[in-house]
C-alpha cells in the first residue's frame, strides 16, 4: 500500500536556525497538508496546499513558516527562523481529492529546538 | 467555535470488557467525524468515518447530532486495540480538527 514519507524522523536545530521538513506524499494524491503535535497536546492543522498554492492556513502557520513542492513528488515545510516553541511532530498528510478522505498521515518528523 | 473534546486522557480495560472513547464536538455546520487510530511507533490510521456507518476491526461509532457525540465502541476489547484514539471533524475548508486523543490500554 503506498504511503506519505517524511524525512528525517528526527531533527535537533539551534534556535534561530533555518529548518526544512521533507513529505513524499502518495503518488496520485493532489492535496497537501502540514498539522502538528506538540509534546502532550493535539494535532493542530498547519496548512493545507493545492495546486501549487496554499489553501488555508492556521494562526500558527505566520510569516516564519512556509511550503512548497519544489518538484513532482516532494512538499516541504520550512521554518526560517526557529523558537523554542516550534519543537514538536510534524505531520505530513495527502489526500486524493478535496472532501475525500482519508488523508493518509505520514509517520511524522520529531522537530526539538535547543 | 469548531472543537472537538475527549474528555477521557486514558481509558483502562481488560481483554473482553466494552470499550467506549467518547468524543463531543462542536461545529455549526453539518460535520464530517472522524476516528484515527496510533498504534505504538506507527503513524495515525484512518480507523473510521461517520458517513461510511462501517464497523472496522469491531469498532463503530454514530453520530448523534442532537447530542453532539461521536462515540468509538467496541463490545469486545482486544490487547491488540492498545493505542492511542483521536476523534477528528473535518470543517468545510477541508482541514481536519482533532481532539486531544485518548490511550486506550487494554489489559490480559
Known amino acids: 500500500e503506498p504511503e506519505v514519507t517524511q524525512t528525517p524522523s528526527h531533527q535537533v536545530t539551534q534556535m534561530g536556525q533555518e529548518v526544512i521538513l521533507r513529505c513524499v506524499p502518495i503518488?496520485?494524491?493532489?492535496?497537501f497538508y502540514w498539522y502538528r503535535q506538540i509534546l502532550g497536546q493535539k494535532v493542530e492543522f498547519l496548512v493545507s496546499f493545492y495546486n501549487n498554492e496554499i489553501s488555508e492556513k492556521s494562526e500558527i502557520f505566520d510569516d516564519q513558516f512556509s511550503v512548497e513542492r519544489p518538484d513532482g513528488s516532494n512538499f516541504t515545510l520550512k521554518i526560517r527562523s526557529t523558537k523554542l516553541e516550534d519543537s514538536a511532530m510534524y505531520f505530513c498528510?495527502?489526500?486524493?481529492?478535496?472532501?475525500?478522505?482519508?488523508?493518509?498521515f505520514g509517520d511524522g518528523t520529531r522537530l526539538s529546538i535547543l | 467555535a469548531q472543537r472537538v473534546t475527549q474528555p477521557e486522557k486514558l481509558l483502562s480495560v481488560f481483554k473482553g470488557a466494552p470499550v467506549e472513547l467518547k468524543c463531543n464536538y462542536s461545529?455549526?455546520?453539518?460535520?464530517?467525524l472522524f476516528w484515527y487510530v496510533q498504534y505504538s511507533r506507527q503513524r495515525l490510521q484512518l480507523l473510521l468515518r461517520h458517513i461510511s456507518r462501517e464497523s472496522i476491526k469491531g469498532f463503530t461509532a454514530d453520530l448523534n447530532k442532537g447530542e453532539t457525540s461521536f462515540h468509538l465502541k467496541k463490545p469486545f476489547a482486544q490487547e491488540e486495540d492498545s493505542a492511542m484514539y483521536y476523534c477528528?471533524?473535518?470543517?468545510?475548508?477541508?482541514?481536519?480538527?482533532f481532539g486531544t486523543g485518548t490511550r486506550l490500554q487494554v489489559f490480559p
Open positions: 461545529y455549526s455546520g453539518s460535520p464530517e
Open positions: 498528510a495527502s489526500s486524493e481529492a478535496r472532501s475525500s478522505p482519508p488523508q493518509h
Open positions: 503518488s496520485n494524491h493532489l492535496y
Open positions: 477528528a471533524l473535518r470543517d468545510n475548508t477541508d482541514k481536519l480538527i
